[in-house]
DNA sequence: TTGAAAGCGTTACCAG
DNA sequence: CTGGTAACGCTTTCAA
């Protein structure tokens, strides 16, 4: 009835028709051939935005081999670091032009069928930063030449990655904390899959003990607040003269736990106990936390992860690169500070 | 040199061949069209599987018009609440086989060139729940017949959506706090664009002063947990007096901010001052917090926007369904409770 | 500097 | 029940 008017979907072709030339003269001018002449590529672009024409993603895929697609893998989304990496990666990858497709967020590996949508939709490249890689996804990407990038995390197989500086980072904390004065630490740990957790554990360990300080104790907190809180009430059931003076907890949403825990038992931090975190997490921030700790240069990192990306697109076959970002010591309040009394 | 033996990707055509049948048979069986014939069905899937055949999407869009795309649309990531619901999204639409593009996450309006990816990628359908959506993208979906589904956010222009009962949810809390004998509320607003904020702030008014309450102050909180704080500290300055009994904020993000900031003030709630909530967020269930709120029922909220949305897609011109779904009250210990002492 | 035509992999329509 | 074939919209040689 209505649509006697079929409003015909402007496409090359009928641009082409507009302007009296060829389609193909029609592609080559919007995406600026250097070979097509500066008044039709005028004209072409002038017709093109009157009648609002907008590629085809699809088709252009379909003949190119190439879609603009990264897929993006997010790990378990209660740890804040993962949903403001997801808010950057968002936001810089517009501008380059780069659609995400959301392949997955949340604990657990990438099933299956989500890894095969990696083919199906003809994924340029895969930015990965999640603890469990499915070794599925991993071989799809490299059986098919789709490269991956990690972001804040090592590769296991073969990947490129970006991470923060764990060892620098943990030593600056660990240097924090001796020099005020600590000698009996903990470390709570996140998973034992988690590079991360085991890179800032052994630098600090090693750090503190070349120094003369030492690790007493170290627990398992999941890389979660639970976790850390369950530790930190461990902590406070210690007795006094047994108990660590200072805690490092590998992610920040570990040391809230840790100092929620530690409030609710009435352990005065730092007072009685220094805490320090890893990772700059926005809600460690807020000043009911305080938490003195190490922030990953995250913008710089997903960035750094995208031209990764971006290359390995252009030019396959580039070899693996791992680029370590160095994080900036943050003094907050859960940590004392050499020659300031609390 | 080592590419002699180009391995010929499998489509249609090469498994028609091995077949000894048309492309579009095997098209047809493939997907499960009823009038292919068990065996050849059977044949064509065995040879499909054994040679690891996938579908192209790109192909399939092209030809078919359907992309199994949806976009999705988030909102500012600095509440847990987006995360949360993006979380059950991407598990939600797995099993569905829909494949998410993630258009947009964080403050702010979408990006133009954003919403140029819904076009080009010929999105199916957007899935939206972020306070701002720019209506240049919602003209955008308008125009080209892509279906809209808002999950907690009552829509504006043409587009279905699914929310919480925001008003028995209001009413809910208010009722449990006359009973504990408060008087004088107060209320943190999140933005006044902000639908959720509106309803639950205008049934808690209603409720309240309808029984012998009444709402003595109304505050911005910008739905952030710094806006829930300097609300909060507002509270502890003001003189006991004139004070409010108990606080109304429209989302747990907000109340945890209010929390701190009276705890850090010395205010004790819910001794002083109780404190309720809203949305049911992982981190107000803390212990340290334990806000008591009405949690909305995400993962149904999620479940129902996708079908809506699906059968949209489904069946155009579909008209638009809003569905609220009830929350649940969750006592927990930041507000009095009728009959205990504290 | 431009044109013509051959795909890209699927689906859908029309026959048979 | 199945086959043939024309799209779908763009890119990309190969020619001119």
Known sequence: MDDAAA??????????????????????????????????????????????????????????????????????????????????AVSQCAPRGIRLMLLHAGGGPIEDRTAEALLQYKVDGCLISSAELSSRAAQICAGHGVPVVMVNRVPRLHASAVTCDNRSGAEQLAALLLAAGHVKFAIVKGGDESSNSVERERAFTEYVSANGGEVVLRVGGGSSYDGGFAAGRMFAEMPVRRRPDA????????????????????????????????????????????????????????GRGLDLLTARIGTPNLPDEMVALRGDLILRCTARVAGQSV
Not at 21 to 28: E, I, L, Q
Not at 266 to 288: C, K, L, M, N, Y
């Open 247 to 302: 805690i490092f907890a590998v992610a920040d949403i570990m040391a809230m736990g840790v100092v929620d825990a530690l409030r609710i038992a009435e352990v005065a931090v730092p007072r009685d106990i220094s805490v320090v975190g890893f990772d700059g997490i926005a809600p460690a921030a807020r000043p009911i936390y305080g938490i003195t700790t190490v922030a990953q240069p995250l913008r710089a990192m997903v």
């Open 7 to 88: 409003p015909e979907r402007t496409t090359v072709v009928t641009l082409a028709q507009m302007a009296g030339v060829a389609p193909s003269t029609v592609s080559r001018a919007l995406k600026g051939d250097p070979r097509i002449s500066d008044k039709t590529r005028r004209r072409i672009a002038a017709l093109a935005t009157e009648h609002g024409y907008m590629a085809n993603a699809m088709a252009r895929t379909l003949s190119s081999g190439r879609s603009g697609l990264v897929g993006l893998v997010l790990g378990t989304i209660d740890n804040p670091f993962y949903a403001e990496l997801m808010q950057e």
